[in-house]
């Protein structure tokens, strides 16, 4: 004998079933029971407890994510300074190697980088609130531009061409820095609405 499967179990649930599983329905002990059990099953569910977040743990959530971002800062800050201080360092008791037709186009690119990272800290973004895509973007480009901070603090002295790698790295960051401004500026923007 065959018996209602699940489909024809909630259509007959919902008045909705065929004219056969009806008929079955009258019939049938086996799917009977499970139509009540099915019945039984729905009523100790909509009897639960609705679940809803403790409003208390928002602050301490805030915070955490707060907390994080200001690592991240800082962290991201502190390399990036100190890829700044290496290369200075070597520009500075190195001077003869890069040679000054470089040498104006690399003092530009820390000039703007310099500017940029002002502009970052007057946008103050660690005290707003973010979407979660910005939140992303901002985090990649904090990353990509530690990789170029690890690069530069990498670069060796002795190197041919290391005035163009130097004035390269430093324009990519120039470019991220303006990426990571911009991302936390449109937020600004967006959040002052």
């Known amino acids: 004998m065959m018996h209602c499967t699940l489909e024809d179990l909630l259509a007959l649930r919902d008045n909705e079933g065929s004219s056969w599983a009806r008929e079955h329905l009258d019939g049938c002990d086996v799917c009977r029971a499970e139509l009540d059990a099915m019945y039984q ?3 100790r569910l909509k009897a639960l407890p609705p679940l809803s977040p403790p409003r208390s743990r928002w602050p301490a959530i805030r915070n955490q994510v707060l907390a ?3 690592r991240r800062r800082q962290r991201w800050m502190a390399s990036g300074m100190a890829a700044a201080a290496l290369l200075a360092g070597v ?3 190195r001077p003869h190697q890069v040679t000054p037709a470089y040498a104006q186009e690399l003092a530009q690119a820390k000039r703007q ?6 502009e970052l800290q007057s946008l103050d973004p660690d005290s707003r609130v ?8 901002a985090a990649a480009l904090e990353d990509q531009i530690a990789a170029v901070d690890a ?3 990498g670069l060796e002295g002795g190197q041919p061409g290391i005035g163009q790698a130097a004035v390269d790295l430093w324009r990519d960051r120039v470019n991220l820095m303006q990426q990571l401004v911009d991302v936390h500026a449109t937020n ?3 959040v002052g609405l």
């Not at 980088?113 to 002002?118: D, G, I, K, M, V």
């Not at 973010?130 to 973007?137: F, L």
Request: avoid cysteine.
């Open 188 to 190: 600004a923007a967006y």
């Open 113 to 118: 980088s310099a500017s940029l990272e002002a």
């Open 130 to 137: 973010e979407s979660g895509r910005a939140a992303a973007m």
């Open 41 to 43: 099953r729905v009523a």
């Open 68 to 70: 994080t971002q200001a």
């Open 151 to 153: 690069q530069l603090s």
């Open 91 to 93: 520009l500075v008791l």
